[in-house]
């Protein structure tokens, strides 16, 4: 798959293959208690998306509080199923999860989510590029 521009940020995918473009997105979600949910933030950040910083196209992690509940959902964006399988094993659908999630989440999700990517506004720049604390591109 790679993209079709439409505007400076917006690409629709087609089937030619191009380098560092998101064609498939790995979704994982899982809850923890209000009470809980800075701490798994932080921990979830170290433990988990800092591995995936130089190894997916990009990382973006979600928060919703809720009033018994706090969800995080992250999405990470890869070139290719085959990309993704080098970090997440020969099943990408596969879930692993970290150490301390027994302790952190109210049930630990069976699964994640893989989405072929459509149409894209995410800006992805060589694999490993990520955006820094004031927003620049690393």
Do not use: C
Not at 56 to 78: C, G, K, M, N, Q
Not at 87 to 116: C, M, N, S, W, Y
């Amino acid at each position: 798959m790679s993209g079709r521009r439409l505007t400076p940020n917006l690409w629709v995918m087609t089937e030619e293959a191009t380098t560092n473009r998101a064609t498939v997105a790995r979704i994982w979600r899982g809850r923890t208690t209000p009470e809980r949910a800075d701490e798994y933030e932080a921990y979830s950040y170290r433990a988990g998306i800092e591995p995936l910083i130089g190894k997916a196209l990009a990382v973006e992690v979600f928060r919703e509080d809720r009033e018994d509940e706090t969800e995080f959902v992250t999405i990470s964006y890869w070139e290719s199923v085959e990309a993704m399988s080098r970090f997440a094993g020969a099943d990408p659908k596969a879930i692993h999860h970290l150490e301390r999630d027994p302790e952190f989440l109210i049930e630990l999700p069976d699964g994640v989510q893989i989405l072929t990517v459509r149409v894209s506004t995410v800006p992805i720049g060589p694999a490993g590029a990520h955006i820094d604390e004031a927003g620049q591109r690393v």
